[in-house]
């Protein structure tokens, strides 16, 4: 399989704990997204690499969160210090540059919960 | 500030009852809207891009259309199998490096 994968699927942890998750994308993607999903909603923005490049952040990366992209392959997303309000899936999402497309694949996901 | 807004939230259909889910958008110069199929539990799955009012895309039982305003999704004598959240997203011309989702139509086929 090809696509984009991310690790681990699912994560408990207790309230003050760091946690990292990695993203893979598919191979000949150069830019990386993160996204974060609550139970009913859309996904939100999170961050954006092109190549090794963090090039945009939301306002909704606290202080706590990091993304790595080394490299330029896959990526590493931490949060320091959880709180039950970064319960959430993480996804993941690839795309090619230039192209015909500007479409975006997603992994399946991290879920973490946070106790 | 880019705005995606679905309806419904949800629906329910029997099988082979056709409809259509909408999505309504608010953006600054629209690059590109797109259509996902998310299962519980698992990441999007793209299904369409649109760029331009006017164009249509078609996959199996499902057709997405674009509007200025607003893209539809209908499908067609659907399945089971069609059962599933729709997401709606968006670049624009203010973000054109980040979808902007919808909330989504959480679809529900009934045999």
């Known amino acids: 399989d090809t696509g984009v994968s991310q690790d681990p699927r699912h994560k408990i942890t207790k309230r003050g704990q760091n946690v990292t998750f990695r993203c893979d994308p598919i191979s000949e993607h150069n830019r990386l997204y993160w996204y974060r999903q609550t139970l009913g909603q859309g996904p939100e923005f999170l961050t954006y690499?092109?190549?090794?490049?963090?090039?945009?952040k939301s306002r909704l990366l606290s202080d706590r969160f990091s993304a790595e992209r080394p490299k330029g392959s896959f990526s590493t997303l931490e949060i320091q210090r959880t709180e039950q309000g970064d319960s959430a899936m993480y996804l993941c999402?690839?795309?090619?540059?230039?192209?015909?497309?500007?479409?975006?694949?997603f992994g399946p996901g991290t879920r973490l919960t946070v106790l | 500030e880019d705005q995606v807004t679905q309806s419904p939230e949800a629906l329910r259909l029997q099988e082979g009852e056709s409809s259509s889910l909408n999505c309504s958008y608010t953006?600054?110069?629209?690059?590109?809207l797109f259509w996902y199929r998310q299962d519980p539990g698992k990441g999007p799955e793209f299904l369409f891009t649109l760029y331009s009012a006017g164009e249509e895309k078609e996959k199996e039982r499902l057709k997405a259309t674009l509007t200025k305003k607003e893209s539809f999704l209908h499908i067609t004598a659907p399945k089971p199998e069609d059962s599933a959240t729709y997401l709606c997203?968006?670049?624009?011309?203010?973000?054109?490096?980040?979808?902007?989702f919808g909330t989504g139509t959480r679809l529900l086929v009934s045999p």
């Open positions: 690499f092109q190549n090794e490049a963090q090039l945009e």
């Open positions: 953006v600054s110069g629209l690059r590109g």
């Open positions: 999402a690839s795309r090619t540059s230039g192209g015909s497309t500007d479409t975006q694949y």
């Open positions: 997203a968006v670049y624009s011309n203010t973000g054109f490096q980040k979808l902007v």
